[in-house]
């Protein structure tokens, strides 16, 4: 045997394509398209760099305090991480050390499966409707974990607080991470639920409605039991996880709540055009409750129509597989511009 044989084989999880130039329109990660706050180009210009020289604090103290007093709760039930990729891959390790397959949707984040398998734990997918819509009684069977991003990516569609209900009364014996990447843009949030549930963690990141991607900040919200795991895995593993210009950038954009809103309405607005425009031009696609959208065509096929915007230098989400999304396009909703400029391009390919 050779210590090639030892290596991890994994395939790893694919991003959205970064591609290497300028002056193109980049509508392929669900980035925001509006800048962060003000306040937090002031708090990076301000940022001490001599303050790199020491660590920074362990849990990121100061955010944590941001976050709670943010969302009216005590910061003990704060967790947070580099990105809510790196808080869910820790809510993986640290709750679903059960035997029993984790479970949650065939069409969802594509990262759950590639954490399964990088940590061994069994897991079963459990189709959507042909809707793409998660019903919560397809959730009442043996697991040793649920996992459900609400609302749900690819397909942008929310559901509500009933749902959420059924899915942990469902599940008494098992955790219940709800993954809330998009739920600013018009989703329910689980928050009113983790009084009753202790068995619930939400998850949370500053990626999409906080335009801050590049620097990394996810949270999670529970009770005393999932976030002391939480903090262990994290300890085992990896002690200061949030750098201090994040830390100090991450409360600016806590204290700018007047403009977190207008970029979230912003957004919404264009969205919703975006979604009109669309459909008048034959493409089929849920109501988004997200930053994107999710369409598909009767007549043109989602990879030509990829590929043609591509060669205008429009970049676009496309899906090989799963084969059940194989037709689909994820079209991230970017600024009036932007969306101008891609509406038009579809209307040049469909005439
Ligand atoms: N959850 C979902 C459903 C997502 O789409 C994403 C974005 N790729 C994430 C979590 C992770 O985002 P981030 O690590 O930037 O917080």
């Not at 795991?229 to 300890?235: C, E, N, S």
């Amino acid at each position: 045997m050779s210590w090639k044989d030892h290596l991890i084989k994994i395939a790893p999880y694919v991003a959205g394509e970064q591609p290497d130039k300028k002056d193109f329109v980049k509508l392929n990660a669900n980035e925001n398209p509006y800048p962060p706050s003000p306040l937090v180009t002031k708090a990076i210009r301000d940022f001490d760099a001599e303050d790199l020289k020491r660590y920074p604090s362990a849990d990121a103290v100061p955010l944590m305090k941001a976050i709670a007093d943010d969302l009216g709760t005590d910061s003990s039930r704060i967790f947070t991480g580099n990105g809510s990729d790196d808080v869910l891959a820790l809510c993986f390790r640290a709750f679903f050390n059960s035997d029993k397959p984790v479970i949650f949707p065939d069409i969802t984040y594509s990262f759950y499966p590639v954490w399964c398998r990088m940590y061994g734990i069994p897991f079963k997918t459990v189709p959507v409707d042909e809707d793409f819509n998660i019903n919560a009684a397809d959730y009442a069977r043996e697991n040793g974990g649920v996992v459900i991003a609400n609302p749900n990516a690819p397909t942008s569609i929310g559901r509500d607080l009933d749902f959420m209900r059924q899915i942990l009364e469902e599940n008494p014996d098992s955790v219940v991470i709800s993954d809330e990447a998009y739920v600013d843009f018009g989703g329910h949030t689980a928050l009113p639920l983790l009084g009753e549930y202790e068995n619930l963690i939400v998850v949370r990141t500053f990626s999409k409605s906080r335009s801050m991607a590049g620097s990394r900040i996810g949270f999670a919200v529970g009770g005393d039991a999932l976030i002391s795991a939480l903090r262990a895995a994290k300890d085992s593993y990896n002690s200061y996880p949030l750098d201090s210009v994040a830390i100090k950038a991450g409360c600016a954009s806590l204290a700018d709540k007047a403009y977190f809103e207008q970029t979230v309405e912003k957004v919404i607005a264009t969205r919703t055009r975006l979604t009109q425009k669309l459909r008048e031009m034959g493409f089929v696609l849920p109501d988004s409750s997200t930053n994107f959208v999710f369409a598909h065509h009767d007549k043109y096929r989602a990879e030509d129509i990829y590929k043609y915007l591509v060669s205008k230098d429009i970049y676009v989400r496309y899906f090989r597989s799963p084969e059940r999304i194989s037709d689909h396009l994820r079209i991230t909703v970017g600024t009036d511009e932007q969306t101008d400029l891609l509406i038009n391009t579809l209307e040049s390919y469909i005439k």
